[in-house]
């Protein structure tokens, strides 16, 4: 981004008074050109994160039109669009249920894979593949067979979901 803004003999230091920004998350994503003086610095945000200015090398850059402002607004929140990181799975924290654990703690709870299915709020189509060991079988998933093995758990299981259940 360096190259698309104001060149380095642009930056100001501009007083923390004359930067005060709402700490309220943006209800949009939002880039515009905000006035500081006879200048003007960029501003952006994704929705639901606090607006930031643009900045390089920890300084802002302050602009001699509202148009540079706002374009370098518009590269920083395209930037922070295209450079979000997934976080990926983590298979290290837990111990995996396998498909045949997976098939004992059905049969314990009394549960076909399909009923399953039902009350995790999956395609039973998964069910089956992690049964069959074709898709890895998430700790939450382990997690709620294990509750459901209890019948108070499974009848208040089978309550919420019968509520949650559109009707047709």
Do not use: C
């Amino acid at each position: 981004m360096r190259d698309l803004i104001a060149p380095p003999a642009l930056y100001e230091q501009v007083s923390a008074r004359s930067l005060i920004m709402a700490d309220k998350p943006a209800s949009r994503p939002i880039a515009k050109a905000l006035p500081r003086g006879d200048r003007f610095v960029g501003q952006f945000a994704l929705a639901g994160f606090i607006p930031e200015l643009v900045k390089d090398h920890g300084q802002v850059v302050r602009f001699d039109t509202a148009e540079a402002a706002e374009g370098a607004a518009q590269r920083a929140l395209s930037a922070k669009l295209t450079s979000r990181r997934v976080e990926t799975k983590r298979k290290g924290d837990y111990n995996r249920m396998t498909g045949e654990q997976l098939a004992v703690a059905l049969r314990t709870a009394e549960l076909s894979p399909h009923a399953f299915a039902r009350l995790y709020g999956v395609p039973h189509v998964r069910v089956v593949k992690w049964l069959d060991g074709e898709q890895e079988i998430p700790h939450v998933a382990a997690l709620v067979i294990g509750l459901l093995q209890v019948p108070e758990n499974r009848a208040l299981a089978e309550e919420i979901t019968d509520g949650a259940m559109k009707e047709e």
